[in-house]
C-alpha cells in the first residue's frame, strides 16, 4: 500500500517569499506522483504530475516540484509566491500499472500574508 | 471549470436517512471516482467506476453504494446516514484506466447530517 506524509500542516509566508511544501511517501512499488491545490470552497485542481523522465517537473502558475527518489520525497516549490496562492495543497500518488486511485496527504494550508 | 459536475451543491439531511449525490463526468471521460473529505479522515478513495464496471473500491463503507450509468453519470447512495458521515464528497474523472491518466475533480457535494 502506499501512504503520503505532508510535513506541515500550515505555512504561513509574506507575498513575494519563496516557498516550500513538504511531501514524502511510502510504497513498495514504484507511483506517480502529483501535486492538487484546492481554493476555498473549490474543487482539487492539479497542480502538476510526475510519471517519468526529468526528475523536475514545472506545472501551473510557476511552481515546480523534484522528485527524489532516495529520499522518497516529492517538495513542491515556488520563487515568488502570491496573495492569490492561499490555498490548500494536497500532495498524492498513485500506483504505477495499477488503478489510478490517489491516495493523498493530509495537506498544508498555505496562508500567503500582505 | 473542471467539467464534471455534480449535483446537489449542498445538503442537509437528518440521521438515517438515505440520500442519492450525483455526477456528470467530463464529456469523453470513462473513469469515474468518488471521494470523501473529512477533517478527521482527509480525502479518503470510496470507489471507482470505468465504463459502467466497478474497478476499485476503497474505504466505503457497505451503507454506501454507487453505480455508473450508460451514459457514464455516475451516483453515489448512501443510507443509513450517521452524523460522522458529514462530509464533502468528491466525484472525479479521467479518460482511461491508467494511472498515468489526469483525474479531474468536480467542486464537491457538501452533506451535513443533523
Known amino acids: 500500500a502506499q501512504s503520503v506524509t505532508q510535513l506541515d500542516s500550515q505555512v504561513p509566508v509574506f507575498e513575494e517569499a519563496p516557498v516550500e511544501l513538504r511531501c514524502n511517501y511510502s510504497?513498495?512499488?514504484?507511483?506517480?506522483l502529483f501535486w492538487y491545490v484546492q481554493y476555498p470552497n473549490q474543487g482539487l485542481q492539479l497542480l502538476l504530475k510526475?510519471?517519468?523522465?526529468?526528475?523536475l517537473v514545472k506545472g501551473i502558475n510557476g511552481f515546480e516540484a523534484e522528485f527524489n527518489k532516495s529520499q522518497t520525497s516529492f517538495h513542491l516549490r515556488k520563487p515568488s509566491v502570491h496573495i492569490s496562492d492561499t490555498a490548500e495543497y494536497f500532495c498524492a500518488v498513485s500506483r504505477r500499472g495499477g488503478s489510478e486511485k490517489l491516495v493523498f496527504g493530509k495537506g498544508t494550508k498555505l496562508t500567503v500574508n500582505p | 471549470d473542471s467539467g464534471v459536475t455534480q449535483t446537489p451543491k449542498h445538503l442537509i439531511t437528518a440521521t438515517g436517512q438515505r440520500v442519492t449525490l450525483r455526477c456528470s463526468p467530463r464529456s469523453g471521460d470513462l473513469s469515474v471516482y468518488w471521494y470523501q473529505q473529512s477533517l478527521d479522515q482527509g480525502l479518503q478513495f470510496l470507489i471507482q467506476y470505468y465504463n459502467g464496471e466497478e474497478r476499485a473500491k476503497g474505504n466505503i463503507l457497505e451503507r454506501f453504494s454507487a453505480q455508473q450509468f450508460p451514459d457514464l453519470h455516475s451516483e453515489l447512495n448512501l443510507s443509513s446516514l450517521e452524523l460522522g458521515d458529514s462530509a464533502l464528497y468528491f466525484c472525479?474523472?479521467?479518460?482511461?484506466?491508467?494511472?498515468?491518466?489526469?483525474?479531474?475533480f468536480g467542486e464537491g457535494s457538501w452533506l451535513t447530517v443533523v
Open positions: 510526475y510519471l517519468s523522465g526529468s526528475t
Open positions: 472525479a474523472s479521467s479518460a482511461g484506466q491508467g494511472a498515468a491518466n489526469t483525474i479531474y
Open positions: 510504497s513498495s512499488v514504484s507511483v506517480y
